[in-house]
């Protein structure tokens, strides 16, 4: 196991340099000019050569590199080119928030999903099973953009039971509507895996003998079949929460919340190279966290893939 | 001559075009506010104006009556002795506002949330009112010389920054200097060029600056208000970041910032102008999206916005609480052709693609019929020596087909995302035309970049859409985007008659003279056509009416809030 964790550790630090360097030679040929933007179109074009100059962009790309990484590891991150602000306390700052939303939202998902799921999986064909169906596919059928709209004129515009942002200052109540969207576009999915996955089981031999045995559905279910219809899911848990944790930029943008999707956008479009190359370095590492974690979790559910791992 | 004898020397002449109706009592006031008169001088040209058709025309120019006011009465009067508001004291006004797309700095910043932001922590010389008036801020008062080269601006007295420091003449010259420096980032360099150098700028003495220009220009006081929205009065050791140094001598000080969050503003208890403002406070909320914001201002969550847009506010329309103020302005999203290329070369095809476009169709489906149609020329209905006289453009597909005279016409159209609806209604119209458009959308980094003497797309391709902010005086457009070999001057126009007529325009403080050059430039304009102007956008703003009074429209969407006050 600890050989695994080392490799793995390995592979992430190569990951993550050959990230930056694309990521960086990326950045020289997307179109734009950051000076430009930061003194907007109307500075004159002494003012944007000097920009440039203050920057450090009319240096060869390599010898930019260079700067930035060791500047990186040894853990000055740079300023924004377009915030002003130190890209360090930015990039955390935009990361803990979007942790914070992803995990509430993790958290309440996987309940609710593997509820429905193993509901919809339980009385397969019955007509709890497609109403379950139908609507958890309505809702990830339905862009975030548009749910989020909507929740925000509902319960916020008509009822005023809401804020209509997720900013700092309204605490838990602002990631309700958030939270809500999110779960909405990620439960189809896992409740459909995990649906399959219980139909899959209970047509499983060892299904049947249990249920000969006498066994009551209460153990039958909780004994036999949630723990191995989870083998499946786990993979489009740990997809979801990837997603949750760097992906929500539709949601970060209608609910004004300062995630690290945003920020990487808005990064990106305004070729803030310095803010781009962390948020981008810092969310490949929660990213590949959420690998190990799904791995692991998987090989506690499932001996034979530890088997194979450890091998 | 002296000051006061050429002050009087205009008065009189104001007078006798007032009388003889060839001004309208706005065109006074906007005049006299230039000239810096004094409030009975103003008040017996008004007299001279009589009870004519235009009576209501100097407070209903802009939307709001107070402004016009302020413009007449502060050109001397002291304005620390102005009444509180009516209707109760206090309060934080929240405003919605789309994230800066750069760092705020007074010097450099440029778009609508970063000018807010210094606005409420800095002033002017002179503010700009929204109809285009002038109203004295730091400057109480400003003459010309004889031909309009030389201007002495005299300072309001006792006015000290936040910090405590007096403002003095040393400051202001060191404020203007910062702006007028060689190694300057700040856009207002390009707008002082040509007409306030380096090293024009002298502090006569504590409280007189005297300004040098390179050439005359009637309309400067302009160029030193709020309409050179980077000229604001900073401390003479000013740094930035804006945030840590954000000491001046506006209504509010900044009490913290976050460039995700917002700002939020106290206020100033040392502020200069007694009784205002009448805020506790002001918060700048950001959004990241302008439909998210419209849906902040619907919850609750901000009482108004520094930026808006018009298409967006449907749902505030009819609700009962919300009032939407509107100003006609003179933004303008400007259609460019290339006059030394294939196709665009030919002035019979330009014409054509004018011709072909629906201006009124235009104007339903972008700004909600809130536009002012436009001519093809830029002097907008909005300035008061626009020439009336020159027939309108409107869609005409059979002069199209006689212009085209059976040519087969195809080009591609640049453009940057926010101009996109308008350019696929260009698309779709000059179809019907028989004209083929291809779209060539570029991100505004791409649209943006590159030199500006070479190859920026946005100067440098066959046709384009460029959008810009309002300008309070015309030549502010037409020198930089029209004369021969100017700065941006994307169609590459040139025309000799056109350029002497637009210095003669900054030349002369004779009205008759100014709308006789501004007839020849629209002329030129309108009957050559590289560039196509369609609509003269609207400026609005959204408020919660049922909780404030006071808050206005402008159309450089500028943010002036001392006269708020709880409704």
Same mark, same amino acid.
């Given at each position: ?23 960086? #030679? ?20 002494? #003012?944007?050569? #000097? ?61 609710? #999903? ?198 | ?567």
């Amino acid at each position: 196991m600890g050989r695994l964790l080392a490799r793995r550790i390995g592979g992430l630090a190569i990951t993550l340099a050959l990230t930056s360097m694309v990521v960086f #030679a990326m950045t020289s040929v997307i179109p734009g000019d950051v000076a430009r933007r930061i003194l907007g179109r109307e500075a004159s074009q002494e #003012a944007v050569n #000097a920009k440039q100059a203050e920057l450090g962009l009319d240096r060869p790309l390599i010898e930019q590199y260079r700067s930035w990484l060791s500047g990186f590891v040894r853990g000055d991150w740079g300023t924004s080119f377009t915030k002003g602000e130190s890209v360090r306390s930015l990039v955390l700052t935009h990361l803990a928030h979007s942790l914070t939303l992803g995990l509430i939202a993790f958290a309440v998902l996987v309940p609710v #999903a593997l509820g429905l799921g193993l509901l919809a999986g339980l009385r397969n064909g019955t007509r709890t099973d497609r109403t379950i169906t139908v609507l958890s596919l309505c809702g990830t059928a339905t862009p975030e953009f548009v749910s989020g709209v909507l929740l925000l004129i509902v319960f916020s515009v008509r009822l005023d039971w809401l804020p209509s942002s997720a900013r700092d200052e309204y605490g838990f109540r602002g990631l309700v509507l958030p939270v809500i969207c999110l779960v909405i576009v990620c439960v189809g999915y896992v409740t459909r895996m995990v649906r399959a996955s219980v139909i899959a089981t209970l047509d499983r031999p060892y299904i049947r003998t249990a249920r000969l045995k006498g066994i009551t559905t209460r153990s039958l279910v909780r004994r036999h079949v949630l723990r191995n219809s989870l083998v499946v899911p786990i993979t489009a848990l740990g997809v979801q929460l990837r997603y949750l944790i760097g992906g929500l930029i539709a949601v970060e943008f209608l609910f004004n919340f300062a995630g690290i999707g945003s920020l990487l956008l808005e990064a990106a479009q305004e070729k803030d190279v310095p803010t781009l190359q962390a948020a981008t370095l810092v969310t490949g590492v929660v990213i590949m966290l959420t690998f190990m974690l799904t791995d692991s979790v998987y090989m506690w559910l499932d001996p034979r893939v530890r088997v194979g791992a450890e091998t | 001559m002296s000051d006061n004898e050429l002050q009087r020397q205009w008065a009189a002449e104001l007078a006798t075009l007032a009388r003889s109706g060839r001004i309208s009592r706005r065109d006074v006031i906007r005049k006299a506010s230039v000239f810096g008169l004094s409030v009975p001088l103003v008040a017996s040209l008004l007299a001279a104006c009589g009870s004519d058709g235009e009576a209501s025309s100097a407070t209903d120019g802009g939307t709001t009556p107070a402004a016009g006011t302020n413009a007449l009465g502060g050109t001397t009067a002291p304005e620390g002795t102005a009444a509180p508001s009516a209707g109760g004291k206090g309060g934080i006004l929240t405003v919605g506002a789309l994230t800066p797309s750069t760092e705020v700095d007074p010097v450099t910043g440029f778009d609508g949330a970063a000018i807010a932001i210094f606005q409420l922590t800095h002033e002017y010389l002179i503010w700009l009112n929204p109809d285009f008036t002038l109203r004295p801020q730091l400057a109480e008062s400003w003459t010309p010389d004889d031909n309009g080269q030389l201007w002495t601006v005299a300072l309001r007295q006792g006015v000290t920054f936040s910090d405590g420091t007096p403002l003095d003449a040393e400051t202001v010259k060191a404020s203007f200097d910062r702006l007028l420096s060689p190694d300057s980032e700040s856009a207002a360099l390009s707008a002082f060029k040509g007409v306030l150098e380096a090293g024009g700028v002298t502090a006569k003495d504590a409280s007189t600056v005297v300004f040098q220009l390179a050439r005359p220009y009637a309309d400067f006081p302009y160029l030193i208000s709020a309409n050179t929205y980077n000229a604001v009065i900073l401390p003479k050791d000013y740094t930035a970041p804006y945030a840590d140094h954000a000491i001046g001598t506006g209504p509010f000080v900044l009490d913290s910032y976050s460039a995700t969050d917002g700002a939020k503003f106290s206020r100033n208890e040392t502020y200069w102008d007694t009784g205002k403002p009448g805020l506790d406070g002001v918060e700048i909320k950001f959004y990241k999206d302008a439909q998210a914001q419209v849906l902040g201002l619907q919850s609750g969550e901000v009482d108004t916005q520094v930026t808006s847009q018009i298409a967006l506010l449907t749902p505030i329309e009819s609700n009962p609480d919300f009032t939407i103020d509107q100003v006609s302005g003179t933004g303008v999203t400007v259609f460019t052709l290339r006059v030394d290329q294939p196709p665009f070369d030919k002035k019979n095809i330009r014409q054509a693609i004018a011709t072909a476009l629906d201006r009124n169709a235009i104007n339903d489906t972008l700004s909600n019929g809130k536009a002012t149609l436009g001519n093809d020329h830029l002097l907008a209905p909005a300035y008061p020596a626009s020439p009336t006289d020159i027939p309108q453009r409107d869609i005409d597909l059979d002069k199209v087909k006689e212009l085209l005279a059976g040519e087969q016409v195809s080009f591609s159209l640049t453009f940057e995302p926010p101009t996109k609806d308008y350019a696929v209604i260009i698309q779709e119209q000059l179809k019907q035309a028989g004209i083929t458009v291809e779209l060539d959308q570029r991100t505004s980094d791409d649209f943006y970049a590159g030199d500006q003497a070479v190859d920026t797309p946005w100067l440098f391709t066959p046709a384009n859409l460029v959008g810009w902010a309002g300008r309070a005086v015309p030549t502010q457009f037409i020198i930089p985007m029209v004369k021969t070999g100017a700065v941006w001057n994307g169609s590459k126009y040139a025309n000799p008659a056109l350029d002497a007529a637009a210095d003669a325009y900054d030349a002369t403080t004779d009205e008759a003279e100014k709308k006789k050059q501004a007839e020849i430039i629209a002329t030129a304009l309108n009957d050559h056509t590289p560039i196509i102007i369609t609509n003269w956008s609207a400026s609005v703003r959204p408020f919660n009416s049922s909780k404030w009074t006071g808050i206005a429209a402008h159309p450089s969407s500028f943010v002036d809030f001392n006269d708020v006050a709880p409704a």
